[in-house]
């Protein structure tokens, strides 16, 4: 695997990173200040969408889908990877580029299995940054960690599909620039192949019969504007071209899906320890108790030298799996994706604590990014298959494969 990036890539890289230092990090406060003060929490912040045509302006715009030069750079996963750490040294970061989840995710599901009426009517206005879009499979009702599980119906009555059952934690759903949904449910519950049991649907956010309950909260934080709906869907009718890929493909598209959309969420992990571990720097040279800076204590010295020695592992470990996936597509690559999806969120929180841990009271508060990289740390270890799902599987397929005959 090269480790040295072309002349493309660390042009684009200096690109992103200057974009950041000079327009970015200055309103970040601003931004958010605008957000935890608005009227209505769900009002997009005017200086964001200010950056994101500056962004565009500046052809810095679409970088993630792979092997597309149609639809954007083409770069390939590994190619990305640098930039996506870059974008995730910063909650807002990755929708100034158009690279926020869930839309990426949503975007490659219509580039790769969406009709060309599909992705004229919404691939290409995702990919001008016009809309947003939610992604429909968690189920408060089921354990949603194991898909199969889930029990929305799509039933085909006539020349309409029905949908009816109940959604949470649908990210960006409560975004008002949000006018699609990507929706998985069952078709046919009776299919003796459960991974053949599912389909996935598009459902307009305007279609009747789609209700948001409410904005669903982690760790008491609404995520606003974004948000992560509750949603029911009641005798939700749609016409039949609004499948997805066919009858009982659901499974097989949502696990294209979830491999890109699991190793962005790690170098975007990456990302934010960096930036926190260099927060952890500045904390210790310039605090000083018991007469000491912190930076001269030995236990602050462990906490950084320990955090800086994670990080890079998991770096590499993503770079590899990203590599992989380039030469041998995501089944091929489906150990490491499981290892850096186990290995990267658990990283990000304990560097987080230890960060916290050394600002204190700061560190909990709003004046530093700490206390959101411990939300995004945390709840990644839940999303995209919790920690359990990806060590079972992981072990089950390294004793298949390294156990004697």
């Not at 990302?271 to 800076?293: I, P, T």
Request: aromatic content about 6%.
């Amino acid at each position: 695997m090269q480790f040295e990036h072309s002349e493309k890539v660390q042009g684009l890289i200096q690109k992103v990173d200057q974009f950041l230092t000079d327009n970015l990090y200055p309103v970040e406060n601003e931004i958010q200040e605008y957000i935890d003060n608005a009227t209505d929490r769900w009002t997009i912040p005017p200086l964001l969408e200010e950056l994101k045509a500056k962004a565009k302006s500046e052809g810095l715009w679409n970088f993630f889908l792979p092997d597309s030069s149609e639809y954007g750079f083409g770069l390939s996963n590994l190619e990305y990877a640098p930039l996506c750490e870059l974008m995730g040294r910063s909650r807002f970061a990755g929708e100034i580029f158009n690279c926020s989840a869930p839309d990426t995710g949503n975007m490659e599901v219509f580039a790769r299995y969406g009709t060309e009426e599909q992705k004229k009517q919404w691939l290409t206005p995702l990919l001008e940054g016009e809309i947003r879009s939610a992604f429909a499979m968690t189920e408060p009702a089921v354990a949603s960690s194991d898909a199969t599980n889930i029990q929305t119906s799509i039933v085909r009555d006539g020349n309409e599909y029905v949908v009816n059952g109940r959604k949470w934690y649908i990210s960006g759903a409560c975004d008002p620039r949000c006018k699609i949904m990507i929706v998985m449910g069952k078709n046919d519950p009776d299919n003796p192949d459960r991974h053949k049991q599912q389909s996935m649907i598009l459902v307009p956010m305007d279609t009747d019969g789609v209700k948001i309950v409410r904005p669903m909260q982690v760790f008491g934080n609404d995520d606003a504007p974004e948000g992560h709906a509750e949603v029911i869907f009641d005798n939700v009718r749609v016409p039949p071209e609004n499948l997805l890929l066919g009858e009982g493909r659901g499974f097989e598209i949502a696990q294209g899906r979830l491999g890109p959309g699991r190793i962005h969420h790690c170098m975007r992990l990456i990302g934010r320890s960096q930036r926190v571990l260099e927060l952890m720097c500045e904390r210790a040279e310039s605090r000083v108790a018991f007469g000491r800076k912190l930076s001269e204590q030995g236990k602050i010295r462990e906490d950084i030298a320990l955090s800086s020695c994670e990080i890079e592992q998991a770096r590499l470990l993503t770079l590899m799996a990203a590599d992989t996936m380039d030469k041998h597509g995501n089944k091929g690559a489906k150990e490491l994706i499981a290892m850096i999806k186990i290995v990267a969120p658990n990283m990000a929180c304990a560097v987080t604590d230890r960060a916290i841990q050394m600002h204190g009271a700061a560190g909990v508060s709003q004046d530093t990014i700490l206390a959101d990289s411990y939300i995004y740390a945390r709840i990644c270890r839940i999303v995209d298959g919790p920690d359990q799902v990806h060590i079972n599987q992981l072990g089950r397929n390294l004793i298949k494969r390294l156990a004697p005959a």
